[in-house]
């Protein structure tokens, strides 16, 4: 029996983002709540992050022994742990490591809704005109355009492809409206790579992912990252966008309801624009999440 409080053995088995790396410092611990468990984080004195559960109610402090620790990665500005036996690394981001952008931490936002439910969000075009008028969408350009989606099984994610959306405000460097391109992928259960077509250089595009570290299977503290082509915009000016959005996105998760995602493909009505919820939705029901969801019946 595991000793965690969660006990979805899927879950348990996956990375999670904790922290931007910059939270981690030598010589100071700082906390988090991990799948309803206290965590803790730090740097050893080589630089290198160190993290691990301690009682609740109690002062943590640094095992000595390593095998008291948790395993530990840190990627994409990130720092990364697992309850169980995870992957040897990350899914790719290869626009990460490109000399040319710069890689920012926008924000990390606590959320009162579940994982799954926040990942559904961020694939949705359908409330642009609603949700974030006049900056993603705007009226009468309301309609989600027809488009591809895959559940690969050999990369093991899901990725939406020829999305197309009329945006007046696409990004932080953006002069005017445009359509806008966009690639969605879902290679993880409870993070998302957004590709979005680049104001400054229609032949590459900037990537935002949001890494959501479930606090518990209903509250969730979301992580997003920025990698951008644009070398102009002040890092304030780009998070604040960010932030601005996220912002508007929070109330419309918060009164979500139920805040755990329904796995039932009858528990809720889709519509054309819904395609990559429902593809997320059947991936998630094949490999056997059942944290942060209500599974279908059997």
């Known amino acids: 029996m595991s000793r965690f409080t969660c006990k979805d053995p899927v879950v348990l088995d996956l990375w999670h983002a904790i922290a931007s790396a910059d939270e981690a410092v030598d010589g100071a611990i700082s906390t988090t709540v991990l799948l309803e468990d206290p965590v803790a984080f730090t740097r050893s004195e080589t630089g290198d992050p160190v993290v691990w559960t301690y009682p609740a109610r109690t002062e943590p402090e640094l095992p000595a022994d390593p095998a008291d620790h948790l395993p530990v ?169 960010q932030q601005t959005i996220f912002g508007q996105d929070k109330p419309i998760l918060e009164n979500q309801y139920p805040k755990r995602l329904p796995l039932d493909p009858r528990a809720e009505t889709p519509i054309r624009a819904d395609k990559s919820a429902i593809a997320y939705r059947r991936w998630l029901t094949k490999k056997g999440i059942t944290y942060g969801v209500i599974p279908a019946a059997a």
């Open 73 to 241: 990665l840190e990627r994409y500005g990130y720092v990364w742990t697992s309850f169980g036996t995870p992957p040897p690394d990350l899914f790719p981001i290869p626009e990460y490591g490109e000399k040319d952008r710069r890689n920012i931490h926008a924000a990390t936002f606590g959320v009162n809704v579940s994982a799954p439910r926040a990942i559904e969000n961020f694939l949705d075009m359908g409330h642009f005109p609603y949700v974030h008028t006049d900056i993603l969408g705007a009226e009468p350009h309301t309609e989600v355009r027809e488009y591809e989606v895959e559940i690969s099984e050999e990369r093991d994610e899901i990725v939406a492809t020829n999305c197309k959306f009329f945006q007046p405000m696409a990004a932080a460097a953006s002069s005017g409206g445009t359509d806008v391109d966009y690639i969605y992928r879902v290679p993880h259960p409870y993070c998302s790579v957004l590709y979005k077509s680049s104001p400054l250089d229609e032949s590459r595009f900037d990537v935002i992912a949001v890494f959501v570290q479930p606090v518990d299977q209903e509250h969730v503290r979301a992580h997003m990252m920025l990698t951008l082509l644009d070398e102009t915009s002040e890092d304030t000016a780009i998070r604040l966008f």
